[in-house]
């Protein structure tokens, strides 16, 4: 079966700060993936979405990049955290071609 | 373009009660739609899902939702609410035709009332 999942569970970092959340998947391949941000009370915003290796796209533009190294690997980076960056970050696979996909457990960012 | 709207950010009814959030979405072109659920400082979990065929789905933890067409709506209910059902729900749509994303609502917060 598959499993996905993220690391840290939790993060506390100063402003100016550099971030790197990872996130794998095992028990698949070449799965679609992405990068969600919950801002405290709020909805799901797409960020970053990826086909496969070295294929990002970006959905909103801001401080934060993303990298595709392997297949089952994808990495949310910053190289200077902003306050406004504090959220709950979700990492997700999508199966097949219907459309649902899976998420890992999340990290809590908060920037301080 | 899909787009889905949740009616209330926030529900609340008691032990026992009948459960409905509403979820209308926006489809050019034939939707595939989800609920998910997410229990405090947890992913999401995929609750249902209506892809093709009946348009009633039955889904995890006596959940249901129908879509129906005609009203652009996938409504997700449950008969008799439990305290372990309170967390936010999350209505979800892509299209089938077409390089599409899953496009998520704002999320409904459902409190059960002892």
């Known amino acids: 079966s598959q499993t996905i999942h993220q690391w840290p569970a939790t993060l506390v970092q100063p402003v100016g700060s550099p971030l790197s959340l990872e996130c794998t998947v095992e028990?698949?391949?070449?799965?679609?993936l992405y990068w969600y941000r919950q801002a405290a009370g709020r909805g799901l915003q797409l960020l970053f979405y990826?086909?496969?290796?070295?294929?990002i796209s970006s959905e909103v533009p801001q401080n934060l990049s993303a990298s595709r190294p392997q297949d089952r690997q994808f990495i949310l980076s910053s190289k200077k955290l902003l306050l406004s960056d504090s959220g709950f970050y979700l990492c997700?696979?999508?199966?097949?071609?219907?459309?649902?996909?899976?998420f890992g457990p999340g990290t809590r960012l908060t920037v301080t | 373009a899909q787009s889905v709207t949740q009616l209330g950010s926030h529900v609340s009814v008691s032990e026992g009660a009948l459960v409905l959030l509403r979820c209308n979405y926006s489809?050019?072109?034939?939707?595939?739609l989800f609920w998910y659920v997410q229990y405090p400082n947890q992913g999401l979990q995929l609750l249902l899902k209506?892809?093709?065929?009946?348009?009633l789905v039955k889904g995890i933890n006596g959940f249901e939702a129908e879509f129906k067409k005609s009203e652009t709506s996938f409504h997700l209910t449950k008969p008799s609410a439990h305290m372990s059902d309170a967390a936010e729900y999350f209505c979800?749509?892509?299209?089938?035709?077409?390089?599409?994303?899953?496009?998520f609502g704002q999320g409904t917060r459902l409190t059960i009332n002892p």
């Open positions: 979800a749509v892509i299209g089938v035709q077409g390089a599409q994303k899953l496009v």
């Open positions: 990826s086909v496969g290796i070295g294929q």
């Open positions: 489809s050019s072109v034939p939707p595939y």
């Open positions: 028990g698949t391949s070449n799965p679609n």
């Open positions: 997700a696979w999508e199966a097949g071609t219907l459309g649902e996909q899976y």
């Open positions: 209506y892809t093709t065929g009946a348009t």
